[in-house]
C-alpha cells in the first residue's frame, strides 16, 4: 500500500522556514480494505454444517416384539396342526372299526356298564389298528378293543381293562385331554407346561384306577389286568382318546 509522506514547515530563528522531514504515515484505502477480506473470505471453504442424527439415519433397532410374536405363533401352528392329525386319525380309526361280534365280551361289557350314566350309549368296536383297549369320548362315545382273541377268553382281565374305560368316559377326560393340548399349545414354549400336562395324565390314570378298584373291589385281579397288559403295545399315539 502507498505511503504518504507529509512535510512540515517551521520558521527558523533568522525568519527563514525551514523545512522538516516528518515521519511517514500509512494510509489505507477503504476500498481496497474491502476487496482483500472478501477475497480471503472466498478462498475459504465454508464450514459444513454438523450432522443431525435423527431416527431415520441411526441404526434401526431388531423388531424383537415382531420375531418373538412369530416364534410364538409358529409354535402354537405347529402343535395346534398335531392335535388336529391325532384328532383326524382318531377320527379315521372309529370309521374303520367294526361292531363287536363275540358273545362273551358283549356279555361282560352288559354287566360292567350295568347302572352307568352312559349304559347303552356307548359302543363297543374291535379295531387291528390299536394294540391295546382305548376309549374315544369325543362326541359319541366309544370303547375300542384290539383284535385278540386272548383278551375275550380271560374274563376277569376283559372285565377290569372294560371298567377302566367305561370310568375314562364317564368323567369326559377326553375333553379333559384336548383341553391339556390347547394349554400346551398356547405355552408350547414353557417347560412347566409340558412338565404339567405329563403331570396330568399320571394323575388321570391312577385316579381312574383308584375309582377301578373302588368300583370292583378286586384289587389284586385288576393289579394282575394291569401286568398282564404290560405284555401288549400300548396304543398308538397319534389318536386323540
Do not use: N
Amino acid at each position: 500500500m502507498p505511503a504518504v509522506a507529509s512535510t512540515e514547515h517551521r520558521l527558523s530563528a533568522d525568519g527563514h522556514a525551514e523545512r522538516l522531514e516528518a515521519t511517514p504515515t500509512l494510509r489505507i484505502d477503504p476500498a481496497l480494505l474491502a476487496l482483500i477480506l472478501l477475497g480471503q473470505d472466498a478462498e475459504e471453504p465454508a464450514a459444513a454444517p454438523p450432522p443431525v442424527i435423527t431416527a431415520a439415519t441411526a441404526t434401526s433397532p431388531v423388531p424383537w416384539k415382531a420375531l418373538i410374536g412369530g416364534t410364538w405363533a409358529l409354535g402354537a401352528l405347529l402343535a395346534l396342526g398335531h392335535t388336529a392329525r391325532r384328532l383326524l386319525r382318531t377320527r379315521s380309526l372309529l370309521r374303520s372299526a367294526r361292531f363287536v361280534r363275540d358273545a362273551r365280551v358283549r356279555e361282560v361289557w352288559r354287566e360292567v356298564s350295568a347302572g352307568s350314566p352312559l349304559e347303552g350309549r356307548v359302543r363297543l368296536l374291535v379295531s387291528e389298528e390299536v394294540r391295546a383297549p382305548a376309549c374315544f369320548g369325543l362326541g359319541r362315545p366309544a370303547v375300542v378293543l384290539p383284535a385278540d382273541a386272548e383278551l375275550g377268553r380271560r374274563r376277569d382281565v376283559l372285565a377290569c381293562v372294560l371298567t377302566h374305560e367305561l370310568v375314562h368316559l364317564e368323567r369326559r377326560d377326553a375333553w379333559v385331554l384336548l383341553g391339556e393340548e390347547l394349554l400346551r399349545a398356547v405355552f408350547w414354549f414353557h417347560p412347566a407346561a409340558w412338565w404339567l400336562v405329563a403331570r396330568l395324565e399320571r394323575l388321570r390314570e391312577v385316579s381312574c384306577d383308584l375309582l377301578v378298584v373302588r368300583r370292583t373291589g378286586q384289587r389284586r385281579r385288576y393289579a394282575q389286568a394291569l401286568v398282564c397288559l404290560l405284555y401288549t403295545s400300548p396304543s398308538p399315539r397319534d389318536s386323540l382318546h
